[in-house]
């Protein structure tokens, strides 16, 4: 038990190092328009977050007899739900430009790729937290660390890679 509290306690540490770093790696790449835009598009798609997996990920750990069509119907809404939310966000976005006086047509463009692509990972993060629950229910929190900790790295990289 605490050799796995210690393993989450970590994992948190890590990634939260990571971003910091990335932040501050970020902010002097990037000039300050485009960091506005960041916040813009950050703004926008933690609405869906906000919402997240709808408590899924907390049934999947704490149902008691989890069985294999219980996980995939769980699995298949939250796929579902996720796609719906990036449209809504992708569609939203448009509205968004009006609302941020992006007059420019390349700041409205940048904002709308944006949105897309964050749209995209938020898909993914949706279909992973399905599968983090699962792991969280069979006590693998070395594993979940790992996973969290390659995913932030690399996520922060491409950002770091693109920001040029």
Request: charged share 10%; net charge negative; glycine share 4%.
């Amino acid at each position: 038990m605490i050799n796995n509290m210690l393993w989450n306690l970590n994992g948190n540490a890590v990634k939260s190092i990571v971003g910091i770093i990335s932040l501050f790696l970020l902010v002097r790449l990037i000039d300050v328009e485009d960091f506005g835009l960041v916040a813009m598009v950050l703004t926008l798609i933690n609405l869906p977050g906000a919402v997240g997996d709808l408590g899924f990920q907390v049934s999947i750990i704490q149902i008691k007899n989890l069985d294999r069509s219980t996980f995939s119907s769980i699995f298949w809404f939250i796929s579902f739900s996720s796609l719906i939310f990036s449209i809504l966000v992708i569609i939203s976005s448009f509205f968004f430009i009006d609302i941020f006086n992006l007059d420019n047509s390349d700041s409205a463009k940048k904002f709308v790729i944006a949105v897309i692509l964050c749209s995209i990972s938020y898909i993914i993060n949706s279909l992973a937290n399905t599968f983090k629950g699962l792991m969280q229910r069979n006590l693998m929190f070395k594993e979940i660390m790992l996973y969290e900790f390659s995913s932030t790295a690399i996520s922060n990289a491409c950002l770091l890679y693109t920001s040029d």
